[in-house]
Every structure is written in C-alpha cells, then in structure tokens.
C-alpha cells in the first residue's frame, strides 16, 4: 500500500551513473573543509594535521544540481564562489571503518563543484555561527555523473582543474589531499553510519574566487570526470 501525502513528496534526488541505466539516490552530502594546503592558508586557517583532525559540514541532498544545469546567481551575496572538488560515491554501508577497509564501501567518483555564498559563510565563522547559510542553499551542490570504481584503486591522484570562461583558476593534484580518502572514510566513519547514498565532497584546492550571471565552469578531476557549470541572472 502506498502511503497517503498532504502533499507530493519531493523526488529523490539523484545523480546519473556513466555506463548505467540505473540512477544513483543521493541520500546524504557531506563536505570537507580545508583539505588542501594551499587553500586551508588562503582562507587564513593552516592545518596542521599532527595535531588536528578533519572537520565536516553538510549540504541538504535537494540542494544537488546536475553538470551542465544553468543556475541562478544567488540571492542573499555579493560573492558566490566557486570550490572544485573531487567526489566520493558510497555504495556499501561502513562504521568505524578502518583506512585499510575503506576502499570496500566506495561506488565510484565524480567531479563537484562546492558552490559558496562566501561573504556569509566568513561572517558565520567570524560569529562563531554555522556555516548553513553559506554552504547548505539552493541549488549549491553541483556533481558530473557518477563513475563507477569497478574495483579499481582508490583515487589518490590525478590534476584537479576548474575553468572560468576558459581561463584556469585552479590548478591541483588529489595526491596534495591532507587527509586522503581512506582517512577521510576511516575519520567520518567515527561520527556516521556510512551508507549507500551518501556523498562526499574531499575539499577544494587554493584558487578559490567568485563568478558572476554568465561565467561558465568547466571543472575537471583527470581519470573521473568534468563538470559544467553557467551561472545565471541574479533571481
Ligand atoms: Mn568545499
């Protein structure tokens, strides 16, 4: 028997998988913040990961764009930024996992883009405040199609690059990750019921700057994926 709604149900949001008919459900999105270097120092907060850990947000799964959707500039900023990041798929369900295990619970990657209300996410972190009004909005969580792993090694290099209207603003490799995927798993796994589902996005590297209604994004992960990007009108 199907239940009985006030009202239609949102649809699940999803993700198409390259070599699939089949669709991927996005249960839960979690981000990492400063994972690389170069980025954590130009945001004015170094790592030192001998004496710090890794540390979390979360984007609501309808805020999922797919690659190549136009959207609006925000509303509520005056600078919205750009973060291209490198995408975990999980297909198998994980707690306490242990780094050597981790591999067993990916699905497979794509190419992200963290889309950032910057100016409000600083006055959160200024405040001491969460950071949802800067990183959990409309339309903020951009992915390609999923990859499937198909029990390849995990992804611990390979260029990471975004574009803007064809120039490079950002120019890494996955193998400068602070915390690489099986710590990343091994560590969210202590706080979390990993399932199938869930995303994660692995942190951006330095580059970090606003866009503005017309740019277009071209971020690519080498051996994962590309994801594309326009930014629309202001709504
Ligand atoms: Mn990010």
Redesign the pocket.
């Known amino acids: 028997m199907t239940e009985k709604y006030l009202f239609q149900p949102a649809a699940v949001p999803s993700l198409a998988v390259v070599g699939s008919d089949a669709r991927y459900p996005v249960g839960r999105i979690f ?3 400063r994972n690389y270097h170069a980025h954590a120092i130009e945001m004015a907060r170094p790592v030192d990961k001998a004496t710090m850990r890794p540390f979390y947000f979360t984007k609501t799964p309808s805020t999922l764009v797919a690659s190549g959707e136009t959207v609006p500039y925000p509303t509520g900023t005056e600078n919205y930024h750009y ?1 291209m ?1 490198l995408v975990v798929a999980i297909g198998k369900a994980g707690f306490r996992v242990a780094e050597a295990d981790a591999a067993d619970l990916i699905y497979g990657y794509a190419a992200g883009l ?1 889309m ?1 209300r910057r100016d409000l996410q600083l006055v959160a972190r200024e405040q001491g405040r969460p950071w949802d009004l800067g990183k959990d909005f409309e339309r903020s969580a951009v992915c390609s199609a999923i990859v499937p792993a198909n029990g390849r090694a995990v992804v611990d290099r390979g260029e990471i690059v975004l574009e803007v209207n064809g120039e490079t603003r950002q120019s890494s490799d996955v193998s400068k990750l602070i915390w690489d995927i099986p710590e990343l798993l091994a560590d969210l796994s202590q706080f979390y019921h990993l399932q199938p589902g869930d995303l994660i ?1 692995t ?2 590297p330095e580059g970090v700057g606003p866009v503005v209604s017309g740019d277009r994004l071209v971020g690519r992960v080498a051996g994962v994926a590309e994801v594309h990007l326009t930014i629309g009108e202001r709504e």
């Open positions: 981000c990492v913040g973060e990041e963290d950032t996005y942190g951006t």
